[in-house]
T-cell receptor
Framework: ETGVTQSPTHLIKTRGQQVTLRCSSQ?????VSWYQQALGQGPQFIFQ???????GRGNFPPRFSGLQFPNYSSELNVNALELDDSALYLC????????????FGPGTRLLVL | RKEVEQDPGPFNVPEGATVAFNCTYS??????FFWYRQDCRKEPKLLMS???SGNEDGRFTAQLNRASQYISLLIRDSKLSDSATYLC???????????????FGQGTILTVHP
């Protein structure tokens, strides 16, 4: 296994609610990237955190926000949930923020009703 | 045009067959290239990195053609356990800042049957 953990594994929310997803990176990794994977699609890059700062962002609205903590774990927050936010949310950790290999956690499956 | 394009398949092949997946990418500044494998309802797992010189790992061979912006994966002697979705992945930097934004193709579904 990759040593990357995510919680919770599954979550059901209703439209308009807010959600926080958590990720613990592999030991020694200082970079966490978040991805959204809709059914039947490849993962889409949301943003990346490197040493507690956002280090790049994909084409996602500001209601998607994140944090990275001094131990390099990370949170993804989504406000004002929409039905289309239903997806598998994956975090990936890496040692460094360039072209290093990223190792994925098992994901959080979010369903918005 | 999608940044990374793959034939979604599905590919249905018998055990022992050889199967090839192709992928094209649009950003000529892309820096690194990978194939990931994703089992049903699981996370993507790195299968192999892809280099211009080509690389092989057992039954798997990956090739990169930077001039054509084309990546391939060849699986020889397919096993039942190879059934999965194969994701072509490109690492694209942004402007002058290099960061590890992985751009995924939509994946190619492979089913290997007895």
């Amino acid at each position: 296994e990759t040593g990357v953990t995510q919680s919770p594994t599954h979550l059901i929310k209703t439209r308009g609610q807010q959600v926080t997803l958590r990720c613990s990176s592999q030991s020694g990794h200082n970079t966490v990237s978040w991805y959204q994977q809709a059914l039947g699609q490849g993962p889409q890059f949301i943003f990346q955190y490197y040493r507690e700062e956002e280090n790049g962002r994909g084409n996602f609205p500001p209601r998607f926000s994140g944090l990275q903590f001094p131990n390099y774990s990370s949170e993804l927050n989504v406000n004002a949930l929409e039905l289309d936010d239903s997806a598998l949310y994956l975090c990936a950790s890496s040692l460094g923020h360039g072209g290093e290999t990223q190792y994925f956690g098992p994901g959080t499956r979010l369903l918005v009703l | 045009r999608k940044e990374v394009e793959q034939d979604p398949g599905p590919f249905n092949v018998p055990e022992g067959a050889t199967v090839a997946f192709n992928c094209t990418y649009s950003n000529s500044a892309s820096q690194s290239f990978f194939w990931y494998r994703q089992d049903c309802r699981k996370e993507p797992k790195l299968l192999m990195s892809v280099y211009s010189s080509g690389n092989e790992d057992g039954r798997f061979t990956a090739q990169l053609n930077r001039a054509s912006q084309y990546i391939s994966l060849l699986i020889r002697d397919s096993k039942l356990s190879d059934s999965a979705t194969y994701l072509c992945v490109v690492n694209v930097g942004a402007g002058g800042t290099s960061y590890g934004k992985l751009t995924f193709g939509q994946g190619t579904i492979l089913t290997v049957h007895p």
